[in-house]
């Protein structure tokens, strides 16, 4: 039998899903070469079922269907090829469903695909209903990560106290991405890897376990937990041909998007890997044999992740990104329509970073935190130092890019990176590849070499940790 050649990579984001087919290429620099990719809007945004006005919810149901069109626009001859899957996705979210009754594998329009049944809205991690007061009420974990608001944990604790019949009809829970890999392998119990186990809360990295303990003695129900596995390491196989991709075919435990795409676009150990799209992450990889302090800070702005083999980024994770920036376009365009008129979001964006990048400097300071920060939940957005000269679109515009970057530089600060070694910035992520203004304003932050790439997605670093632990597997 052929060697099957091929890997598909597959990456759950909060607002588009992606799929890529990688084959590798010994004489390619990289290594690999990517075969065809696909993106679609997921369009999954829902109304919370708990009608909370801070709940941000969506429907699994139509991120699946965004999943599935993915597939269907591959070049099929290739999925025929594909020998194992990779599967990446949105951290810190939680859904719930039924074992055995999650989802129902039908043949579709051209072939099989399996859609949602029995599960409940995915909570992403965007969702802000636990406050700070309700997080103060939970118990200590026993972790170096401290719990948020968004985080899987959390949420399933406000579930507990706040919709309860919710979590009783269901008996398992995973992110999305580990919900998409149990329904391909039909897993009766869900495996998660310790990147997402960590992005959840009250799990200990050093031990690779659940504070199973703290937890139980606060009455979380602890048997939706899923079971710990190494990402990208073998969670199964698929259960049914799945479009043209082989039945048995090998599908990875599913990893953190963050971690996937810092993979697939961290050239060497020395780079430090900046992602602008919704959110913004600064990343960079801590040397061998660091282990965090075993105690949370959650004051502290840079959190140490898991990473692959036993090793950890040093990650500044800011909530206000390219998120920020859309909310000042929609707030121009409803002013706009307030007024009478009636004008694309398209439009207004082109037009904001052509006056941005005209207007080189400005003296106004945006401090664009709308959304809070993980390490303070409770700051707002502030303007300041506003003068009659500094109020055309070019100056704000300006203002916003360089308090985005400005921000995430006073949590992680380009000092801090040299330190650690750090000699180039890779740039990537949707936001930042189409904004010149922000990359001006990258540049002028962080004194370092920074190259820009494309908007480097996490489906890409998924498949290539299947393709290259394929091709180990295949040299022992």
């Known amino acids: 039998m052929a060697v099957q050649s091929v890997t598909l990579g597959i990456d759950l984001g ?41 709940g941000r919810e969506q429907s699994v149901s139509r991120i699946i269907q965004a999943l599935n069109e993915c597939l269907a626009a591959l070049p099929q001859q290739q999925l025929q090829k594909v020998g194992a899957i990779g599967v990446s996705g949105q951290m810190h979210g939680v859904l719930l469903w039924k074992t055995g009754q999650g989802c129902e594998w039908m043949q579709g329009d051209s072939a099989p695909v399996f859609e949602a049944r029995a599960v409940s809205h995915l909570v992403t991690w965007q969702d802000g209903r636990c406050s700070s007061e309700f997080l103060a009420s939970l118990p200590q974990p026993s972790s170096h990560l401290s719990v948020a608001t968004g985080f899987g944990c ?5 579930l507990l106290k706040n919709s309860p019949e919710l979590l009783q009809s269901y008996n398992a829970a995973g992110t999305i991405q580990d919900y998409v890999v149990a329904m391909l392998c039909g897993l009766r119990r869900p495996l998660m890897s310790d990147q997402n ?11 690779q376990s659940w504070n199973l303990e703290i937890l139980r003695s606060s009455g979380f129900p602890v048997h939706l937990l899923p079971d710990i596995a190494q990402p990208g390491s073998a969670a199964g196989r698929t259960s049914h041909m799945w479009f043209e991709i082989p039945k048995g075919t090998q599908v990875g435990v599913a990893m953190g998007d963050l971690q996937a795409s810092v993979y697939s676009c961290m050239g060497q150990k020395t780079d430090a890997v900046l992602n602008i799209s919704t959110s913004v992450q600064l990343a960079a990889s801590m040397p061998s044999g660091f282990q965090p302090t075993q105690t949370p ?12 083999d036993g090793t950890y980024l040093g990650v500044a994770a800011s909530l206000n990104g390219g998120n920020v920036l859309a909310t000042f376009v929609h707030m121009l365009v409803q002013w706009m329509a307030d007024l009478g008129l009636d004008v694309e ?22 401090t664009p935190t709308v959304l809070g920060e993980r390490h303070l939940p409770d700051q707002l957005a502030s303007v300041t130092r506003i003068s009659s000269s500094d109020l055309s679109l070019g100056h704000v515009t300006r203002a916003l890019c360089r308090g985005i970057v400005q921000n995430l530089h006073s949590m992680l600060p380009f000092q801090q990176l040299k330190e650690w070694g750090v000699e180039r910035v890779k740039g990537s992520g949707s936001a930042l590849s189409r904004n010149e203004v922000l990359k001006q304003e990258v540049q002028r932050a962080f004194p370092l070499p920074v190259s820009f790439g494309q908007d480097v997605d996490a489906a890409v670093g998924a498949a290539l940790i299947m393709l290259k632990r394929k091709l180990n597997q295949m040299d022992s």
């Open 197 to 207: 186990a960590a992005s959840w809360g009250y799990f200990n990295t050093q031990s």
């Open 345 to 366: 979001e398209t439009t207004v964006y082109s037009r904001l970073i052509h006056a941005a990048v005209q207007q080189r400097d400005t003296c106004l300071t945006i």
């Open 297 to 308: 800070d959650p004051a502290a702005a840079v959190a140490y992740f898991p990473y692959f």
């Open 154 to 158: 959390a949420t399933i604790f406000w």
């Open 14 to 54: 909060t607002t588009s899903v992606k799929a890529a087919l990688l084959e590798s290429a010994p004489g390619q620099p990289s290594g690999f070469v990517v075969l065809a990719s696909c993106a679609r809007p997921s369009r999954a945004d829902a109304e919370s079922n708990a009608a909370v006005p801070q």
